[in-house]
């Protein structure tokens, strides 16, 4: 029954303006970050019949409002932007961006953490890598972030969205020595 249009869920109502004119996809505007109870089950609703992205903006409100839909609604899937493809007359935001780079994230979707995973990868190997608890950590995991569409990450949710992806330490290794 999932075989009908996905449908993106974003801040507001200008996103979905922008996204209209070259997706055909359905849009769900949550309003922004005071998301509504009504909203939330219209949503959940939608998940038993169609396939759900969410494509907020990549800054603090953005991922509060992705937290929020995780905690509440199963079988998620996340389209991250880059930042710095974002930005435009001082906003950053998916109407900020462009279509090329929307489309981009829209092929490297990462589902919730309530999908099941068999990665082995651990915490024991971010740090082998470098990926955390050494300085130049950040910096190693926005180069993967980016690389694997993962969004701005710190070490924890690094490790969750990796989990997420079933990806391993070879995964890893390939992004970032390649």
Do not use: W
């Amino acid at each position: 029954m999932k075989d009908l249009k996905p449908v993106i869920i974003v801040e507001g109502k200008s996103d979905v303006q922008f996204l209209e004119s070259f997706l055909d996809f359905h849009f769900v505007s949550v309003n922004g970050s005071a998301i509504s109870r009504e909203t939330i089950e219209y949503i959940k609703e939608l998940g038993k019949t169609h396939q759900l992205i969410v494509l907020t903006d990549p800054d603090a409100p953005g991922m509060r409002i992705r937290k929020m839909l995780n905690e509440q609604i199963p079988n998620l899937y996340h389209a991250y932007l880059p930042k710095d493809k974002c930005m435009a007359r001082g906003k950053v935001g998916v109407a900020e961006s462009d279509k090329e780079t929307v489309q981009e994230s829209l092929k490297h979707l990462v589902p919730n953490s309530s999908c099941s995973s068999t990665s082995k990868l651990t915490i024991d190997c971010l740090y082998e890598l470098h990926l955390i608890g050494h300085k130049d950590s950040q910096k190693l995991r926005d180069h993967i972030s980016r690389k694997l569409h993962l969004g701005k990450t710190n070490g924890k949710s690094f490790l969750k969205r990796c989990h997420n992806l079933n990806l391993e330490k070879e995964d890893l290794e390939r992004a970032l020595y390649e």
